[in-house]
């Protein structure tokens, strides 16, 4: 089922399901290639979030600024391969959503443990807004704040499960958005976590 959280924000509950065991083990071949690491922002804050990446490219922050690199910083070498499944459940969410021709350059994959959260923020590293984000939640589920154009913008809270797939573009490609510190809890197949993966056009 899809559902419109604002204008260019679709929500398709449990469209990810079918694929669950396939994702879970490519997450895991990645991780093996490029772990889970927590990055320093800008400011030289250590994020609670730990990200990897697969694709072409991949999103880094250090405390030279942010930055879409074809190389993981810790190894020197390129990110993993995006697996077929990842880009192809990408383009048919987007298209559902009514992005159809999607074709994501680069995934970030961010796990969360309870506690960590993302604060308020706008993606805006990416060259082409016109091209939508696509959102894959897995493991524990979350509470992810959707704002305005604007920082002080209220926000709306929405609760993200196991499976869930939200698309991102048009006017809401632009929203502030965060995701609320993670409850504890365990899930069936990820445990003590939640795995968002991001699916962007960067370039
Ligand atoms: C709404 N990640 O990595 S994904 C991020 O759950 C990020 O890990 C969150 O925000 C997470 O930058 C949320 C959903 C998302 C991504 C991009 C958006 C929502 C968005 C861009 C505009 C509006
Ligand atoms: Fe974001």
């Not at 290639?33 to 030289?44: D, E, I």
């Not at 990446?53 to 070498?77: A, Q």
């Not at 196991?162 to 048009?170: R, T």
């Not at 965060?178 to 445990?191: I, N, R």
Request: charged content about 25%; some cysteine.
């Amino acid at each position: 089922d899809r559902e419109q959280l604002a204008p260019g924000a679709v929500i398709l509950r449990g469209f990810a399901r079918p694929h669950e065991t396939e994702l879970i083990a490519a997450i895991g071949a990645i991780t093996a290639q490029a772990p889970f690491r927590r990055m320093v922002t800008p400011g030289g804050h250590q994020m609670s979030v730990a990200m990897t990446n697969c694709g072409s490219l991949g999103w880094v922050t250090d405390r030279s600024g942010y930055r879409y690199d074809p190389v993981d910083p810790e190894s020197g070498k390129p990110w993993p391969p995006m697996p077929p499944l990842f880009r192809e459940l990408a383009e048919q969410a987007a298209t559902d959503a009514g992005f159809p021709r999607f074709a994501p350059d680069a995934c970030l994959i961010n796990r969360y443990e309870p506690g960590a959260k993302m604060s308020l923020h706008q993606d805006r590293d990416e060259r082409d807004i016109g091209a939508p984000i696509v959102s894959v939640s897995l493991g524990l589920p979350a509470t992810f704040l959707f704002g305005g154009l604007k920082r002080t913008d209220k926000t709306q809270r929405y609760r993200l499960v196991h499976g869930d797939i939200v698309v991102w573009g048009g006017p809401a490609r632009l929203a502030f958005h965060g995701v609320a510190p993670l409850p504890d809890g365990e899930h069936g197949l990820l445990g003590r976590q939640r795995v968002n993966l991001t699916f962007r056009r960067a370039r």
